[in-house]
């Protein structure tokens, strides 16, 4: 896809935002395209009335209500719509043909082809809507949705059973499971979440509380592991494997557990495992002492200790990198391979690594002004608000998206003219 | 409780006292504790259910290794009677030497420590009514003993001992289950939160107007996390932050995903993997919109 964007073109002032404002009620969601080349808002032009905002130019249908405004990698904006007491999804300018009672978590597929989103229909069923196609099957309720990495295919968690007020006895007959394309797994449990699909789009994980109240374990396609713990959290598929990976807690402490063996060390806590793109080194948040977070890089945590918050690890597209943000002492840090970068910021983006892995940039606060910082160098330019920055193809360009002076504005730059 | 909930509530003990004497409960356990019977659907109905077996391996799993340690809590105490002028249950019970904490720790856990975890389902329905019903997890006992002795953490054991098995009192239940099942205390679905900020802001604008709700606004000053009853039964609070918020200035925001109730009735049955959970899922909120505080309602 990122060849469609225009590498050449260093600086184009797109839309001048502030005069928006004198324009609408208010501007929500402002969020510019993956080309950088659009910038589009839900906008209230009149009294509960609301429509989408590109590049200064009104779509023509207006709706009661509007939220989750995205783009795809088509650079068409995709938003959940609401009008004639109906939900839909608007793509483009067009909308879906099927409506429901409410439509939420819209989650698109990897390549932004395939669009899904839990729904609830008339009869207050739910379930999920894929490509504006609804599962056959809807249930009393259904949450979290989640999409295959091939868009077609799509699960949710799901409960099966009628809930009676304040009848105790209901929780314990075992009211949750997924469902994957609108089919429930034969087993269901205590409770579920955090389900997720392997690399082949083939199989679906998830935690499941399963024979008492304080018993958890991972369901495989249905089939929890033989082994329970006291604590699980949501499971990851090793890419191009059927194996299952998820943090678990033993009497020992915290750890992750592989098909239900162990193969970490104990910490205080572990959590956010990710598998590098190649399935062959493996990183989490861990816990080494109450109160001190940093990330473990197959087992062996990093020297820098932080005092307040970590961020999910990221791994280089090759696997040998992993990035990080954490927050030490109020302020937020750069880490890259335990390496801390110099500047601290007031807040700061997840990293984005080139694709060949060499460089690093993101979008970080530092005095109230957003600033694009690569490689541990903070760019020259203040901006008012920034989006993630997209490095070109061969690494040697960032695309940056902000807004300068009250205008949305969108340079390619090489990291040294940063 | 509403008004009319709490009148009737008054109404039937006036009643009551009026009728006379009502049924007591005797424990078969310790002959000395008498309290009237108060029927719980939480402890007569799911005490039904258990084995002295599943008890024992419950038991077992919570105390454990602690066991020689919480045995010699229990064994040093000199009962010099400080906990219990301590304990506002014992000073507004004339004083009953069975609402001592001293005593219900000795009744619950130090019984079940005695009889080596061979307890029967109607002794775990008697610690049940001790440790739920007689005890606010105050700390004031724990603060005041001389050797330090923390009593109130034994209660605690025994609260998540009987939660393990089901058997607490059936509000309590009630909210541990919803707070597993939806992470909120109130059943509400994803979709009926969301609703309900919607239909809010709606609401709002008549009386403050272009008012707004924001949802997952990245990089807000504030991430407000209702409690679970006001988008549920309190809703005019939501738009009444919004107010307080659009006229203060505020840049807020509130979440569109799991994790919106800031409160946290796990902790009261010592479910402590659900307690994880909530605490975990109200940081990943602040994470994921990378907001620069949390402002929870209490």
Known sequence: MEEKIDWGTKEKVIADINSWKGRFIDIRELTPSHDGEKIAAIVQPETRKFTLCINGKLQENLFDRMYSLRFNLENQPICLVYADFQWTVLVGDTMWENGFDMMWNLTLSPDTKSIAVNIRTAEMTSGVCLNDVPWENTFFEASDVVISPDGKRTASHVQIRQREELNIHWFYQKNFTVAVDGKAWDNSFLTTWGATFSSDSQHVASVVMTSDAATYSIAVDGIPWDKEFSGCWEPIFVPGTLDVIAPVETPRGWTLAENGAIIWPYFHQVYSPKVSPDGKRLAAIVVPEVGKWTVAIDGKPWKNIFNQMIFNPIFSPDGSKVATIAKHNNKYLVVVDDKVWPDSFENAWDPVFSPQGDKVALRAEKKGKFFIVANGKIGKTAYEWLWDPIFSPDGSKILIRGIENGKYVRRVLSIDEI | ?298
């Open chain 2, 1 to 298: 409780m509403n008004e009319f909930a709490i009148e009737r509530y008054l109404n039937r003990i006036i009643e009551e006292r009026e009728q006379g004497e009502k049924e007591k409960y005797v424990s078969p356990y310790f002959p000395e504790y008498v309290r009237e019977v108060v029927p719980d659907m939480g402890l007569d109905e799911r005490v039904s259910q258990l084995t002295t077996e599943q008890i024992e391996r419950v038991i077992k799993r919570v105390i454990g290794k602690q066991t020689a340690r919480l045995k010699s809590i229990i064994e040093t105490c000199m009962h010099c009677g400080l906990c219990s002028d301590a304990c506002q249950w014992y000073i507004s019970n004339d004083r009953d030497p069975t609402y001592a904490p001293v005593a219900k720790i000795r009744m619950t856990l130090g019984e079940m420590i005695k009889r080596n975890f061979k307890v029967d389902p109607e002794f775990i329905k008697f610690c049940a009514r001790v440790v739920f019903t007689e005890c606010n997890i105050c700390h004031r006992c724990s603060m005041y003993c001389p050797f330090g002795l923390d009593i109130t953490a034994i209660i605690r054991l025994v609260r998540r001992i009987c939660f393990i098995l089901g058997v607490v009192p059936q509000r309590q239940l009630d909210q541990a289950q919803t707070h597993i099942t939806f992470l909120n205390q109130v059943w509400l679905s994803q979709n009926d939160y969301l609703d309900t900020l919607f239909w809010r802001e709606e609401e709002g604008i008549y009386e403050l107007k272009n008012l707004r709700i924001p949802i997952d606004k990245e990089g807000a000053e504030i991430l407000w996390f209702p409690l679970g009853a006001e988008p549920k039964t309190g809703v005019d609070h939501i738009d009444r932050f919004a107010k307080i918020m659009a006229v203060a200035g505020v840049d807020w925001t509130m979440t569109s995903k799991d994790t919106w109730d800031s409160s946290n009735m796990s902790m009261f049955i010592n479910d402590y993997f659900t307690m994880e959970r909530i605490v975990r899922g109200l940081y990943e909120n602040a994470k994921r919109l990378r907001v620069k505080r949390i402002v929870l309602t209490e």
